[in-house]
């Protein structure tokens, strides 16, 4: 059996279910090279011992647990975000910037969600040309252990929600360092996005169950994306068509939200994530003034608000 | 730092021309009002994220091809800035036919804004030094009026297929400006 397909065979048969750090471990026996997680914050979860000392950014990572703002801004300006957005999953950073190349690969919990990075440096012996290949299959690996993870997922969760926040609040005023976790949002959502806000308040009882709502919904379409924003459940809806119909492509969440006495409004359709903000406002207008003027349905458009009301 | 700051620049140039290049490539099969940002970033090997983070939507995107584009009217219009402009945007129309008829072609609103402004910026930097006071709003009026008819004439013609040839359109374009002209200086703004 050549080296390739028996590192190829030792990889599959890597289990998850043992933890990250065993998975990592296993890795840098069969490809050779030191290997670490961060997540989407720079912060560091696991990494492998590393004979090579000389690497700044892996001690930097190791030792004080994050990448600093000035190692971001040196990304920022080589391109790396948008290299990294701009993959699908691997992502190869060639060592004419860095002392030595290193392969980036995305890692995803279930929904698309995206936890981190992965990222194999050629420290011990330069890359083969199987390496991109062994390297997605490892991260496959690694997205797996994630998505089985109740820690991770949540984690995961977390992150977009503050995220979301920052979009909306319009707290990100860096475009460029934020690329790759734009990019993240994006994954597995359509050309077409809408934003609906679900007020969970006229539920009895209400308290405390923004988390178990979004939990209910995502089981109900789980390829939308769903955050805790002010005490609103904010849903990233998503089409291919450039329009869509309420009562057939939310059926089944409309049903819900009749069972559970919940209301939504829902923005104009939008392509581009920053305008969040102005899309968050839109369907809260929505939502409070469907509410206001035609409380006999559950989910109002913005679209179909009068600008005017009637009885001013 | 300076050095620093001026490689970003460089870089973010480098990417917005990638999907500039991009977006005329398209043109010249495909309708603008038909070309989605999917497609772009698709063609362009992009992100959604990274188009997003150097242009607003496809609208700015093309607003800065248009820029990049410029009508280069001969040096005698420095003097008088509209006269023999119909032949120069004729020749200009009929060199990239098949880029602006698939940017005219079912154009919305904020499309035709775009290429008046265009037309406009491209007068002002062939127009004398500066305007200002009365003679500014008298210029701004005429720029407005000429931009405005180039583009629904051309748009006649485009979606006509060209029924004029361009010696037959410079002198329609030429009869019409001379009653402007006159008109013009009959008026005194």
């Given at each position: 059996m050549s080296d390739r397909s028996s590192r190829k065979q030792q990889l599959l048969k890597i289990?998850?279910?043992?933890g990250v750090q065993y998975i990592l471990d296993e890795a840098y026996r069969i490809l050779g090279n030191p290997i670490l997680i961060h997540d989407m914050?720079?912060?560091?979860i696991a990494f492998t011992e590393n004979p090579?000392?000389?690497d700044p950014i892996w001690n930097e990572l190791t030792t004080t647990g994050m990448i600093g703002l000035d190692r971001q801004l040196f990304y920022k300006e080589e391109g790396f975000f948008e290299l990294c957005a701009d993959a699908k999953k691997i992502t190869l950073l060639p060592?004419?910037?860095?002392q030595y190349d290193r392969i980036f690969g995305k890692l995803f919990t279930e929904n698309n969600i995206q936890v981190g990075c992965a990222c194999i440096h050629a420290f011990c012996k330069p890359f083969e040309s199987d390496m991109p290949e062994l390297f997605e299959m490892l991260c496959d690996i690694l997205d797996h252990e994630f998505g089985q993870s109740d820690f991770y997922s949540n984690y995961a969760l977390s992150y977009m929600d503050a995220l979301v926040g920052r979009l909306i609040e319009g707290g990100i005023e860096d475009k460029y360092l934020y690329t790759a976790h734009i990019e993240s949002l994006y994954?597995?959502?359509?050309?077409n996005l809408y934003l609906a806000v679900a007020d969970i308040?006229?539920?009895?009882?209400?308290?405390?169950?923004l988390e178990y709502f979004r939990e209910v919904f995502k089981r109900i379409r789980p390829a939308f994306k769903y955050a805790i924003y002010s005490n609103y459940i904010v849903i990233m809806m998503s089409f291919d068509d450039k329009t869509f119909h309420v009562h057939q492509e939310l059926r089944q969440l409309c049903q819900s939200f009749e069972q559970h006495n919940i209301y939504a409004g829902i923005s104009n359709r939008f392509e581009?994530?920053?305008?969040l903000p102005q899309r968050y406002d839109d369907a809260v207008n929505a939502l409070n003034d469907g509410l206001k003027?035609?409380?006999?349905?559950r989910i109002f458009l913005h679209g179909d608000i009068p600008a005017l009301p009637l009885d001013e | 730092m300076s050095d620093s700051y001026d490689k970003g620049e460089v870089r973010t140039k480098k990417t917005k021309g990638v999907i500039a290049t991009t977006l005329i490539a398209l043109l010249k099969h495909q309708n603008f009002a038909k070309i989605t940002v999917t497609d772009l970033c698709h063609r362009a090997k992009i992100s959604r994220a990274t188009f997003y983070t150097h242009f607003v939507d496809k609208y700015d995107l093309l607003g800065y091809c248009l820029k990049d584009i410029?009508?280069?009217?001969?040096?005698?219009?420095?003097?008088?800035?509209?006269?023999n402009i119909e032949k120069t945007v004729n020749q200009f129309v009929v060199q990239y036919k098949k880029v602006i008829k698939n940017i005219m072609e079912n154009a919305d609103s904020e499309t035709l804004g775009l290429l008046s402004e265009w037309i406009i910026c491209n007068l002002d930097r062939s127009s004398p030094a500066n305007h200002d006071g009365r003679d500014r709003t008298k210029y701004i009026v005429q720029s407005n009026f000429y931009a405005g008819g180039l583009i629904f004439y051309h748009l006649w013609q485009l979606k006509n297929n060209f029924p004029e040839n361009t010696p037959t359109m410079n002198e329609h374009l030429y009869e019409i400006m001379k009653i402007f002209h006159e008109w013009r200086s009959e008026t005194d703004f």
């Open positions: 289990k998850n279910g043992k914050d720079y912060k560091i090579v000392k000389d060592s004419d910037k860095l994954a597995g959502l359509k050309p308040t006229q539920c009895d009882p209400a308290y405390g169950r581009n994530i920053f305008e003027y035609n409380s006999c349905q | 410029r009508i280069d009217f001969p040096h005698s219009l420095k003097d008088e800035p509209y006269e």
